[in-house]
């Protein structure tokens, strides 16, 4: 039997997965407990709260809850000598020692949501050091997504927005902007083992890295990791494909 270990973000997605694995096996869907009986494999996805069950799993605890907090995510991928942007202190920032502007997000957000531009220590004054963190500003080029399972990337997305526009900061959906298919093999080398190394680095087993290729040195960075990312239906067959493969 497998369960799903969904949560209150993440059940649309895991729930649609739960279905689509229930072709070929036993499936039960959970947000608060596991089943213990003849529970063979666990697929967390995006649950931070339950504890890991006995026997095969599929995402650890510890790994989601890392890669749900970003500053925590940030703080180990530097620590790492992964690029991803710099993360600056409210001190530094409030006292103006740092090169304006600069981001400052919540430390759980999710779909584009919560990305706020400061250009001067009083912007800085707006935001609870208790739940935000600020981070360096990059020039981005092209932004992706690429899907990683067991060190191997199964997929990767390509950030897309409207031809007759400016590209806005923020790439997402309520600026026009979509994810397009693109070649792995197409992609820059060290963004490929920069995201993967993000993944293995956390612990998580499988993952969605948004990264990009940027101006400044040293020309990639990893933006964040998340356990359970939406996906569309094709996405969650693509997927579903691959997990009979280990399962």
Request: a positive charge; glycine letters at 4%.
């Amino acid at each position: 039997m497998i369960t799903i270990l969904g949560s209150r973000k993440s059940r649309p997605t895991a729930k649609a997965l739960a279905f689509a694995l229930s072709d070929s096996f036993v499936v039960n869907y959970t947000e608060n407990r596991i089943f213990d009986n003849n529970n063979s494999f666990t697929i967390r996805y995006g649950n931070s709260y339950v504890e890991d069950p006995d026997g095969r799993i599929l995402n650890k605890q510890k790994a989601v809850k890392t890669s749900a907090n970003k500053p925590a995510t940030k703080s180990l991928l530097q620590e790492k000598n992964i690029p991803t942007p710099r993360l600056i202190s409210f001190e530094d920032a409030i006292a103006g020692n740092v090169e304006f502007p600069v981001i400052v997000r919540r430390n759980n957000h999710f779909k584009g949501k919560f990305f706020n531009v400061c250009h001067n220590p009083r912007d800085i004054r707006r935001f609870s050091p208790s739940n935000h963190y600020i981070q360096e500003m990059v020039t981005k080029k092209d932004e992706y997504r690429l899907f990683i399972l067991n060190d191997r990337i199964i997929e990767a997305n390509i950030k897309r927005c409207p031809e007759n526009q400016s590209t806005p900061m923020v790439r997402n959906k309520e600026n026009g902007c979509f994810f397009a298919r693109v070649r792995v093999l197409d992609l820059n080398r060290e963004l490929k083992n920069a995201a993967r190394s993000a993944i293995r680095e956390i612990g998580l087993d499988f993952g969605a890295v948004d990264c990009a290729t940027i101006q400044e040195s040293p020309g990639i960075t990893i933006f964040e990791v998340n356990s359970a990312p939406g996906l569309i239906p094709r996405k969650i067959e693509l997927l579903k494909t691959k997990l009979e493969e280990i399962i």
